[in-house]
């Protein structure tokens, strides 16, 4: 490993070489190495049957500076890959889930206007957990909070205690639409849950902040905020940001730079 | 007279027991039996046949908490590839139709199967070969889109050689 510090201290590192020091990291940890050698697991390249780990934060930088007003990408990009209802198209709009959603703000002196995206923050400390009967909200290893419908009774005891608003609860039945990789059904709450589908595959990206960079904004930046050569650390050490009720101290996965 | 009666309970009694007989009717002894259809890919199971018939729910059960707690994502044991597998040639799900592989034991069983009503039935990929309804018909374009990629349907389910 200490061969490839060099390369990502070089800054900034395209997302092409990027992708190839992880595969060629994970590759070379696949491979039987001297004996009592051991290579550290890259994130990216974690074998299927390898439980996740707190090596790894999951974190999401979020641009307000760029984030483009009625634009709506991300948006649309998180309902494609999880298979939710967008609201507008949605039969019951003021019960239809929304993992992720696009606020507009406008400061009442100034009359400037900010855009941001709004979703499951990630927190280190989610009141969501502490309030959960079942123990179906937690939190992985990784830092990704979750649902597990399978302990979720419906109480929707976590979306009160969410200062983020950023919990939905499923109404009604939702009749095989769902996609193979993302179960979601009638009864449980569910939320962002930084596309853990991906994640696990070794994306290494969330649908939605592809989206924001295929559209050309570049306002959203996944990565492991534990990685310090990571390119969302780097940015993080750079840009001011903040965590949207930063008082509450949970120690947010979303950092928002601009607000 | 009652010979002739006896002679009508006679014949009523044959042609029950004919009629009981017969390919269509369920044999004596309960309910018709599950239609098992073969799965479409692949030989052999994880487990013995004997071994997954009685003991799929708490090997399914065991991964799951594997896979959502701990994001372990190993094929064996995980639903997702048992519907790959066996998920019906005609109408492409596990649970669509009383005679998919899910549904027909379990109704014959009489056991309340709960897990699709959060878990997609069908394959992933293989959303266009089912017509759309209404409450899916948003996904048209987004449907459309899938078919334009590169990975086929067959492709995304495995199927493909």
């Not at chain 1, 969410?162 to 039945?173: D, N, Q, T």
């Not at chain 2, 010979?3 to 002894?29: D, F, I, Y």
Request: with cysteine.
């Amino acid at each position: 490993m200490s061969e490839l510090k060099p390369m990502s201290e070089q800054a900034p590192a395209s997302p092409e070489r990027r992708r190839f020091v992880g595969t060629a990291a994970a590759t070379a940890a696949g491979l039987a190495v001297a004996p009592g050698v051991v290579l550290v697991q890259v994130a990216h390249g974690r074998p299927e049957d390898q439980a996740v780990s707190s090596a790894v934060r999951w974190g999401m930088l979020v641009d307000a500076t760029k984030c483009a007003n009625g634009c709506n990408d991300c948006v649309t990009a998180c309902s494609t890959e999880n298979g939710w209802t967008p609201v507008a198209e949605s039969q019951h709009p003021k019960q239809a889930p929304q993992w992720i959603r696009k606020l507009e703000l406008q400061d009442p002196l100034t009359q400037m206007e900010t855009n941001l995206p709004m979703m499951c923050q990630h927190c280190a400390e989610p009141p969501c957990v502490d309030v959960c009967p079942t123990g179906a909200s937690f939190k992985r290893a990784d830092g990704i909070v979750l649902v597990d419908r399978h302990t979720c009774i419906g109480c929707r005891y976590c979306m009160m205690a969410c200062p983020y608003k950023a919990r939905s609860l499923v109404h009604e039945h939702l009749n095989d639409t769902q996609k193979a990789d993302v179960p979601r059904g009638i009864g449980c709450v569910e939320s962002c849950t930084f596309c853990v589908q991906k994640v696990d595959r070794g994306d290494g990206n969330t649908a939605c902040a592809e989206a924001c960079t295929a559209a050309g904004h570049n306002a959203l930046l996944f990565g492991d905020m534990n990685d310090p050569d990571s390119e969302i650390s780097r940015r993080l050490r750079e840009l001011p940001t903040k965590q949207v009720r930063a008082d509450l101290n949970l120690n947010l996965g979303v950092r928002y730079h601009g607000i | 007279m009652k010979r002739l009666l006896a002679l009508g309970v006679v014949v009523l009694t044959t042609a029950a027991l004919a009629w009981a007989g017969s390919e269509t009717q369920p044999k004596a002894g309960g309910a018709p039996k599950p239609v098992i259809e073969k799965a479409v890919k692949g030989e052999q199971c994880v487990e013995d046949t004997d071994y997954m018939r009685r003991n799929h729910m708490k090997v399914l059960d065991g991964h799951r908490d594997k896979t959502v707690h701990e994001g372990i994502r190993t094929k064996k044991y995980s639903l997702k590839e048992c519907i790959n597998c066996h998920a019906s040639e005609t109408t492409g799900s596990v649970a669509a139709s009383k005679d998919d592989f899910c549904v027909s034991c379990h109704s014959y069983a009489s056991v309340k199967i709960d897990c699709f009503d959060c878990h997609s039935t069908k394959p992933q990929g293989s959303a266009a070969m089912h017509p759309l309804n209404a409450e899916t018909a948003h996904y048209k374009h987004k449907l459309a889109a899938q078919a334009a990629s590169k990975i086929s349907a067959e492709e995304m389910a495995g199927l493909a050689p």
